[in-house]
């Protein structure tokens, strides 16, 4: 099984604020939908509850230190137990999904990343560790253009990048 992060991040490295995301970009949730569909997605409890419910087609994985139970997702106190989980059920790619602190945590297991690089500058209270892209090789890159709508960016410029890790 390999394990991927998929996140959108601002040129801050900002991913949220009050446990929202920062912009509304449709074809990026789109992207995601298409990346992740089939697959088991960890993350974190904060962002489970950002989502509010377990994403259709997926399965989802909460991390949670106290005893965080919800329907339709599988909950872990443990990073190994939720892997094991997933890898047991004949995962092969594994999604980690946010936020913060389990992108964090999670970084050195990580095999593959999809980053959307938002052009976006603001206030954020959740960011990314910078990144060191010199021990990854860039697989894929696609740019976006913003959308603008009554002289005002509806949707930010974004480039998908997709990064694996050199052996
Ligand atoms: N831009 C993006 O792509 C993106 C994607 C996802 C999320 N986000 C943003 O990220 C922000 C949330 O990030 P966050 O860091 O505040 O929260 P988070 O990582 O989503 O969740 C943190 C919680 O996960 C649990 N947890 C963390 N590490 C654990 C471990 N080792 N073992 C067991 N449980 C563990 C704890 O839950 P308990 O408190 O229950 O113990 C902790 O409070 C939001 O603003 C959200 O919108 C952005």
Redesign the pocket.
Known sequence: MIVSM????GKNWE????????WHISEDFKNFKTITSGHHLL?????FE?IGKPLPNRTSLV????D?EHEGVHS????HEALNFARQRGEEELFI??????YK?LFDYVDKMYLSEVDYSGEA??YLEEIDFSTWDLAQQKDYEAIIEDGKIKSPAWKFKVWVKRD
């Open positions: 998929i996140v959108a991040y991913i949220g604020l009050n446990n929202q995301m920062l993350m974190g409890r904060k962002t950002s991390l949670s230190n106290g965080f872990f106190n443990d990073i999904i946010g936020g913060a602190t389990i945590t209270d959740a």
